[in-house]
């Protein structure tokens, strides 16, 4: 309890010194992609399929599990409930790192962020802008309804973000629409991932939605006990489809 109450001190702490993502795209591309993700918080992909790779110490793969998921949205989308096919392990290893839904810079739940422009990039055909962002937020904002927990990515002792959090993403340097994203993420010392996303989009109700299409997400879970640290090295690949407005979803 007291660590909980120390955290979310922190939490209002540098929210008061910071400017929420969601306030800070006043123009330029970055406001196009921030209201299309405010737009697209409570929509859920009613059909996931994941392939997990595990591979070995020393780089070597040795098994590889799939499994599919498909949501049904219930009371209007307040609950969702959830059929998984296959590996059971494949969906226990993702729920661990994220509940399916990709946190960007542009969502309310980021804390603050600092950010550089890069060199433009072509993805997929499209000219796309690119922006580098150093970002804050709290570690349970990965999964929907959880409680505030530790901050990621920002160092109070140093007053400065702590590079655990790095969301590269490129937009579409036309329309601002988010592209691609590749985070690097470090939620401590037993668990770092990067996670590669192409997004899509599509119009509902007057908004442009935008959603992931694919995740690939390759990382490490470390199990410490005694002398021995078991190392699970993955990379999951997954798709999402069947997107559909669940109520209150997200953010």
């Given at each position: 309890?007291?660590?909980?109450?120390?955290?979310?001190?922190?939490?209002?702490?540098?929210?008061?010194?910071?400017?929420?993502?969601?306030?800070?795209?006043?123009?330029?591309?970055?406001?196009?992609a921030?209201?299309?993700?405010?737009?697209?918080?409570?929509?859920?992909?009613?059909?996931r399929?994941a392939?997990?790779?595990?591979?070995?110490?020393?780089?070597?793969?040795?098994?590889?599990?799939?499994?599919?998921?498909?949501y049904?949205?219930?009371?209007?989308?307040?609950?969702?409930?959830?059929?998984?096919s296959?590996?059971?392990?494949?969906?226990?290893?993702?729920d661990?790192?994220?509940?399916?839904?990709?946190?960007?810079?542009?969502?309310?739940?980021?804390?603050?962020?600092?950010?550089?422009?890069?060199?433009?990039?072509?993805?997929?055909?499209?000219?796309?802008?690119?922006?580098?962002?150093?970002?804050?937020l709290?570690?349970?904002?990965?999964?929907?309804?959880?409680?505030?927990?530790?901050?990621?990515g920002y160092?109070?002792?140093?007053?400065?973000?702590?590079?655990?959090?790095?969301m590269?993403?490129?937009?579409?340097?036309?329309?601002?629409?988010?592209?691609r994203?590749?985070?690097?993420?470090?939620?401590?010392?037993?668990?770092?991932?990067?996670?590669?996303?192409d997004f899509?989009?599509?119009?509902?109700?007057?908004?442009?939605?935008?959603?992931?299409a694919?995740?690939?997400?390759?990382?490490?879970?470390?199990?410490?006990?005694?002398?021995?640290?078991?190392?699970?090295?993955?990379?999951?690949?997954?798709?999402?489809?069947?997107?559909?407005?669940?109520?209150?979803?997200?953010?």
């Amino acid at each position: 309890m007291f660590r909980k109450t120390i955290t979310i001190i922190a939490v209002a702490a540098l929210a008061a010194t910071s400017l929420f993502a969601a306030d800070t795209y006043e123009s330029g591309l970055m406001y196009y992609a921030n209201e299309s993700i405010d737009a697209s918080d409570e929509y859920v992909a009613q059909s996931r399929e994941a392939t997990i790779e595990f591979t070995a110490v020393d780089g070597s793969p040795y098994e590889t599990k799939s499994a599919s998921a498909t949501y049904a949205l219930k009371n209007y989308g307040r609950n969702i409930q959830r059929s998984i096919s296959g590996e059971s392990e494949v969906f226990a290893l993702l729920d661990s790192i994220y509940d399916g839904y990709v946190m960007t810079p542009f969502n309310d739940a980021v804390i603050s962020y600092d950010y550089d422009q890069l060199d433009n990039q072509v993805v997929d055909g499209v000219d796309c802008e690119v922006y580098e962002f150093d970002v804050a937020l709290d570690s349970n904002s990965f999964f929907a309804g959880s409680r505030p927990d530790q901050v990621l990515g920002y160092d109070n002792s140093d007053d400065d973000y702590d590079g655990d959090v790095v969301m590269t993403v490129y937009l579409d340097a036309t329309s601002g629409q988010l592209i691609r994203q590749v985070a690097t993420i470090k939620v401590d010392s037993t668990l770092s991932y990067i996670q590669t996303t192409d997004f899509t989009s599509f119009e509902a109700d007057g908004n442009t939605i935008t959603v992931p299409a694919t995740v690939v997400t390759e990382g490490q879970i470390k199990t410490a006990s005694g002398a021995v640290t078991d190392v699970t090295s993955f990379k999951a690949a997954e798709t999402f489809s069947g997107y559909a407005l669940a109520d209150g979803w997200h953010d």
